[in-house]
């Protein structure tokens, strides 16, 4: 069976090759600080739900620091050079999108099609994280066509990545850090402080100032924690159950998916939604850190209003 386990030992093995490949790096202009960072995620990967609570946790700080005090550095990829690169993806035409394309083609296949694979008791797919299952598999999937496209040799697709992952550096732990935070935040009952600090100091008695403070909660705390995923949960239940369901009787279900919606357009306003705004910078290269946001910013705010109007109209009776 192919469970969450697996992905996460796939995933470690990677970090683990990417770490040894920076170390051989003699030109790499950080080699210890990036091997040492990629080598604790690694581990993390490999070993983290058998290492003690205390020992991930300093794990957890050490690559923090070395993330923060700049260790992380570029080296040499034996990339193509530009004129070999043009030429391929002229050869290749629009058939490169075949890789890109074939990802959620087959994450929803494994969705819908092989979680119900089964033998007696025996089943293809753990029914626990089977979306993260699949769309794992659909990545070795179009890594796998990449190759059979290119032509390419598998230690230089490795290089090529390692390039990439350098080039985005501690930002491509974001991801995996703030969902972590919404996770902490709801235990550690911040959706109640959130609510006791706004009844004191807002008239949540008012239908629309419950619907702004609803709306822009869920906007400020995703530019916060970079994922309205992590939002969602401190925002319901500190304004959206107790405040505009109980009291104000609100439909539950556009009350969650427009402030769902809400949130993400927060997700286009801030650098730490790393995986959207600022991993494009790195591989494209561009000179502007917030180039992206810049971008984005015109269609977010429109989006911002319209949402609290549809809330308003839609979610309360």
């Known amino acids: 069976m192919i469970d969450i386990g697996t992905v996460y030992l796939l995933c ?35 070993a983290g739900g058998r290492l003690p609570p205390m020992l991930m946790g300093i794990l957890a700080l050490v690559i923090a620091g070395l993330a923060g005090s700049g260790a992380i550095g570029l080296g040499q990829y034996h990339a193509p ?25 087959v994450t929803l296949l494994g969705v819908f099609g092989l979680k119900h694979v089964h033998w ?5 797919l ?26 390419e040799r598998l230690p230089d697709a490795i290089h090529a990545s390692r390039g990439i992952l ?49 709306g ?23 304004i959206g159950l107790p405040v505009l369901v109980h009291q104000h009787g609100a439909d539950p279900a556009p009350l969650a998916a427009i402030g769902m919606l809400t949130g993400y357009c927060g997700t286009l306003l801030t650098p730490m939604a790393a995986n959207f705004n600022i ?13 992206v946001i810049r971008m984005q ?5 429109p989006l911002i209003a319209c949402n609290l109007v549809l809330l308003y109209m839609l979610a309360l009776p």
């Open 216 to 238: 822009l909660g869920m906007v400020l705390f995703t530019m916060v924690m970079g994922n309205a995923f992590a939002a969602f949960p401190v925002m319901t239940l500190g």
């Open 81 to 105: 050079t530009p004129e070999t690169r043009a030429i391929k993806a002229q050869r290749l035409g629009n058939r490169l999108f075949i890789p890109a394309l074939l990802i959620p083609a």
């Open 297 to 301: 910013v015109m269609t977010a705010l």
């Open 126 to 151: 753990s029914t626990e994280q089977t979306t993260i299952i699949c769309l794992a598999i659909a990545c070795a999937a179009g890594f796998t066509a990449a190759l059979r496209m290119t032509g």
């Open 120 to 124: 007696g008791s025996w089943t293809l």
């Open 279 to 291: 991993v494009p910078v790195a591989l494209l290269e561009l000179k502007d850190q917030n180039a």
């Open 12 to 46: 470690g093995i990677y970090l683990a090759y990417v770490a040894w490949q920076s170390f051989h790096d003699k030109n790499h202009s950080k080699r210890l600080g990036t091997t040492a960072f990629w080598a604790l995620l690694a581990i993390a990967f490999l």
């Open 166 to 214: 350098d080039s985005i550096g501690w930002a491509v732990l974001l991801p995996l850090l703030l969902a972590m935070l919404g996770g902490l935040f709801n235990k550690a009952g911040i959706g109640d402080l959130v609510a006791t600090i706004l009844t004191t100091a807002l008239p949540l008695q008012e239908a629309w100032v419950a619907i702004l403070a609803y």
